[in-house]
């Protein structure tokens, strides 16, 4: 399964506990059959897969996306993301204060 970029990259997933199949933590070597349900956490957000088939080399991505089902639940719309605060160029770090309302804004009190 194609889920992340590189396979170094899966490999570290999976060794930091991101890559769940059936609800249990795996390794990188781990063998996966068809029905088994992968949960992935990627920069993107937590992916949710089923395997539909098996595929005997390494294909791209656009193959292996042919032997799964992506369950994920679409990303929530724009007005519930939360909100980026932006702050003028050059005006340096931020204060005590400033963190602290910026802190508030992101409903971290």
Known sequence: MRVYPTRSA?????KAGHVK???VSVKPA?????GDTVRAATPAGERILVVTGLIEKRTSATLAALHYD??????PPKEDRPTVILRDRGAGRPTKRDRREIDRLRGRD
Not at 10 to 14: E, G, L, M, Q
């Open 70 to 75: 992506d369950l994920t639940p679409p990303p």
């Open 21 to 23: 199949v059936n609800d």
């Open 10 to 14: 899966a490999s570290a997933a999976c």
């Open 30 to 34: 781990h063998a996966v059959r068809p």
